[in-house]
């Protein structure tokens, strides 16, 4: 018997989101008019539990065995509502999205156009759906073991955990020694605890484990594959390798702000001027400035960050603890110098950090509202000249040393690695996580995460937090075994192709290749990820994506062509094309 | 280095077959593709394993049946099952190239035979020229090779405003432009292969005669290039003209099959895949009042372009092959000009360089894309 579609309309309120905008009833009256659609119903939230409850119903006392729902993004709901359809029984490729959010309601002013709009939206992906095909969704074995790039104390840490849970872990570092900025610091805030008494254990144990491999001097040139199943090739020295990864933790860390272009501060200019980083090195040789001990220690606050002019708006979320811990080091070991700090506000949200910002404050440190303009020599010192804002007026301080606090800034290279792996950044430069509260160790690219400041600025607990979620995120398709693939992927027919390969040349995934012997293209399903480029390049049509094929994509821009022409829509004839060949 | 092979009888061609003669009799190549000549006088491409049957090749005829780079990619595909020679014009050979990196053809055990090329006529009045005895092909070539050309019919269009009638990449070249064909044959060619044809390297060789005579012809054709290809640009400026100007197609697709580089096994437009559902056409026809039937006319020919326009040699072969004289060659060199200018692409000149529209440049297109 032909197949005849029976497709289901389910058109959702978002709540107001898309209700506000557009007349909800007009368009489900409109939906259930359409050829094949046994079914159109509208409701609060769609992808609520009630929601799904309706459709399932419908697919099993309709017997429907097509399902459109117009909601939101199917970056969004997709996987909901196809979970959704595959519990009643249906294969989760015979639903369609039709998106009458953020391409409909969100954009346009509540009118009658934006109802249309709705409405061709459906009806485009009705038509689609009465073409839709179920396809298999198959599992494919994972790598057991992650790829770690960057050996500072997020990356050690990361690695450790996937380690520690039985799996093989590459750890690539580029520079000579692990440890990253965490190495450089003498002491850590609030609890005043040696930087190296944290790093120390955590790196020998990283050094000691049996499956943990250390790769330093070594940089990731190319990242091939997809989740389960990457492949990276690692150059140290002048020798390639390649490393299988079924997850990849990204730890790379951040660069510290250039201290030289905030040129109002002298850095580079007076020997005084030093920055947090400089003072860290300072303090282990028990701070000399000449040979003396400074007497007179004034602090700048937001060097870097907080700073629009620069182009970095954002908190570096460290420094203000950072100051804080160098300040009262200051007035432990010198009880004679007095110590200032310049700040814009203090940020001291951490757990134990308001408390410690007491102590700081307790011991003699002196806080001033204010941020310098400029520092000025004056025989042997400098003077530092701000505008106190609490007093409202300008005031100058002397100072023989002058510690900059420096913000974080993304690292030079972010932006080659972004590219290498296909990440998204934020406007800041950082790597951007995949959803600012629900996914914030994820990345847009399924089994790569964050890990650390390389997603943006943290301390070193919540760098180590961060991390743990990492490798505990990573490690789910490492435990698994198994990783589902892409069934909507692409293959060739044989007859048309003529082997000319500019599919594979656009493929970014690799999953092309010529058959040495029939001399047509082949397609790899596991490593195609059904992203049509190679659809688009092919001059012949022999490359069709599935759950995109041209058949669908026709019946869908037939149906909008003659959707946009209002005046005449009495008269148009429900095409044979909505009747799945 | 430049070689001479003598004239017999003071005749080019005559001196041209036996050249050819000695690659296969000397063991140079197995096989030869190189157009012979029929007792009626009909130019045919052949493939040629036996001398003698040199005896009737023809290369130099100003006519073109067909770009040689089609018949190459057959014998070739992934790689030439023997030594195969294959005497080319300029835009068949720089088809070829497009072909092997389409990875349609191969020039791995082929020797490049190239020939200047004077022009070549369409066919029919290739035909009046022999029935009518307007002139003597030895004498047009000697014409040729001053920079001249004989009184008679046009050359092809394509011919007229070519601008690269020196093969580039030939393994051997056969020089017409320059010192003429009096004094003999010259052939440019590696001293090892002309050792081994026994050829002996001519000192006294007047590279500045024969610059002189190319720069003046190319010269003459760089021109007309020019001003055919503006007259056009200028017709395309006005909304509707591309289709104005296909408006006479008749579907027939000879300009697809005689396009060298157009390769699909299977033309897109020759399967189902625009064959709609008679709604379609009543629909469309709703939707703007009148619609052209059949709907793919104006849309092959885009297609085609948007494949071909990079990767075009300007043979002009698809304008030959219109029986409706539609100057698709022409239209295709405008656009293509434009295509490969916009990617500082040229076709058929060097192997090593990728196709642009499948190669991706993080830094290209800034001035219409994200400037990051």
């Known amino acids: ?581 | 280095m430049i070689g001479l092979f003598p004239l017999k009888d003071g005749d080019a061609l005559t001196a041209v077959r036996s050249f050819l003669q000695t690659l296969l009799s000397n063991d140079v190549v197995d096989a030869l593709y190189v157009p012979l000549e029929s007792a009626e006088g009909q130019i045919l491409p052949a493939l040629v394993t036996d001398p003698a049957r040199l005896e009737s090749a023809n290369p130099l005829a100003p006519v073109m049946l067909v770009n040689g780079a089609r018949a190459i990619s057959a014998l070739t595909q992934k790689k030439a099952p023997a030594r195969l020679g294959a005497v080319l014009r300029s835009c068949e050979t720089r088809a070829l190239v497009e072909l092997v990196k389409l990875q349609q053809a191969s020039l791995e055990d082929v020797l490049l035979i190239g020939v200047d090329c004077p022009g070549t006529y369409e066919l029919a009045d290739y035909q009046a020229i022999q029935k009518e005895a307007l002139f003597a092909l030895e004498d047009a070539l000697q014409a040729a090779g001053r920079g001249e050309q004989l009184e008679g019919p046009d050359l092809r269009l394509a011919c007229q405003m070519c601008t690269q009638p020196i093969p580039e990449q030939a393994d051997i070249h056969l020089h017409i432009y320059g010192e003429g064909l009096a004094g003999g044959l010259f052939v440019e060619i590696g001293e090892e292969l002309a050792e081994k044809l026994g050829l002996t390297p001519v000192l006294d060789y007047q590279v500045k005669k024969r610059q002189q005579v190319i720069e003046q012809v190319l010269g003459d054709k760089q021109k007309l290039r020019e001003a055919e290809i503006s007259a056009l640009q200028a017709r395309l400026g006005s909304n509707g003209s591309i289709a104005q100007m296909f408006a006479a197609c008749l579907r027939c697709h000879n300009c697809m099959t005689a396009c060298p580089i157009c390769y699909c096994k299977t033309c897109l437009f020759r399967t189902a895949a625009f064959d709609h559902p008679p709604e379609h056409y009543l629909n469309a026809a709703y939707r703007k009042g009148a619609i052209r039937l059949l709907g793919d006319t104006l849309l092959f020919h885009l297609t085609r372009m948007n494949h071909m326009a990079a990767s075009c040699v300007s043979c002009g072969m698809c304008s030959s092959a219109c029986p409706v004289d539609i100057p698709v060659g022409l239209i295709f060199s405008t656009i293509g000009t434009q295509v490969q200018a916009a990617f500082g692409y040229t076709p058929g000149k060097d192997l090593q360089e990728p196709l642009p529209l499948v190669t991706f440049q993080a830094n290209e297109w800034n001035e219409i894309g994200e400037v990051k």
């Open chain 1, 1 to 581: 018997m032909a197949f005849t579609p029976r497709i289901g309309v389910y058109i959702c309120h978002c709540g107001i989101n898309i209700s506000a905008s557009v007349d909800i009833e007009a368009v489900t009256a409109f939906a259930a008019s359409l050829p094949a659609v046994i079914i159109a119903r509208d409701y609060t939230y769609m992808c609520s539990d009630p929601g799904q409850a309706l459709i399932k119903e419908d697919i099993e006392q309709l017997k429907l065995n097509r399902v459109v729902v117009a909601s939101c993004s199917p970056r969004m709901h997709e996987p909901t509502f196809r979970a959704a359809v595959a519990s009643a029984g249906l294969n989760p490729y015979c639903f369609e999205m039709a998106n009458i959010r953020e391409q409909c309601s969100w954009v346009h002013p509540g009118s009658e156009a934006t109802t249309q709009k709705a409405m061709d939206l459906i009806a485009s992906a009705v038509a689609k759906a009465a073409h839709l095909q179920p396809l298999i969704t198959r599992q494919v074995e994972v790598s057991p073991s992650a790829l770690v790039i960057g050996g500072g104390i997020a990356g050690l840490q990361a690695a450790l955990d996937i380690a520690e849970a039985g799996f093989q872990v590459t750890l690539v570092e580029r520079a000579e020694q692990p440890g990253g900025h965490a190495a450089q610091l003498h002491t850590t805030f609030p609890y005043m605890q040696p930087a190296r008494e944290l790093l120390r254990p955590l790196m020998e144990r990283v050094d000691a484990h049996p499956r943990i491999e250390v790769m330093l001097s070594a940089e990731v040139e190319e990242i091939k594959g997809f989740v389960g199943n990457f492949e990276a090739s690692v150059r140290q020295s002048e020798e390639m390798r390649t490393v299988s990864a079924g997850s990849i933790v990204i730890a790379t860390g951040f660069e510290v702000f250039d201290a030289h272009i905030k040129k109002e501060f002298g850095y580079g200019l007076y020997p005084q001027v030093i920055t947090t980083l400089d003072f860290e090195l300072l303090s282990a040789q028990n701070l000399q400035v000449n040979g003396h001990s400074p007497r007179k220690v004034v602090f700048i606050q937001c060097v870097g960050s907080r700073d629009q002019s620069l182009g970095n708006p954002y908190c570096s979320r460290v420094c203000c603890m950072v100051a804080a811990r160098q300040a009262k080091w200051v007035r432990q070991r010198l009880p004679e110098a007095e110590v200032t700090i310049f700040y814009m506000d203090v940020r001291a949200f951490g757990k134990g950090f308001e408390e410690f910002y007491d102590q700081v404050r307790t011991c003699g440190v002196i806080y001033r509202r204010g941020n310098p303009s400029e520092i000025l020599r004056q025989g042997e010192h400098l003077l530092v000249r701000a505008e106190d804002t609490l007093l409202g007026e300008v005031v100058e301080v002397e100072a023989d040393l002058v510690v900059l606090a420096l913000g974080m800034v993304p690292r030079q290279d972010s932006a080659a690695l972004a590219s290498l792996l296909k990440l998204s950044r934020s406007a800041d430069g950082f790597f951007m996580e995949a959803h600012p509260k629900l996914r914030p160790v994820d990345t847009s690219v399924a089994g790569v995460f964050l890990a650390g400041c390389c997603q943006g600025p943290k301390d070193i607990a919540d760098s180590i937090s961060q991390a743990r979620g990492a490798a505990a995120a990573a490690m789910i398709p490492l435990l698994r075994g198994q990783v589902q693939v892409e069934a909507a992927t692409a293959y060739v027919e044989e007859e048309l192709c003529a082997g000319c390969g500019q599919c594979a040349q656009v493929c970014t995934y690799g999953a092309l290749r010529l058959h040495p012997v029939r001399n047509v293209m082949t397609v790899n399903q596991v490593l195609c990820q059904g992203c049509g480029a190679c659809a688009s390049a092919c001059p012949s049509g022999a490359v069709t994506v599935s759950h995109f094929t041209f058949t669908q994509t026709m019946a869908q821009l037939e149906v909008l062509l003659n959707g946009s022409n209002h005046q005449r829509k009495q008269e148009l004839l429900p095409t044979a094309s909505l009747m799945a060949k």
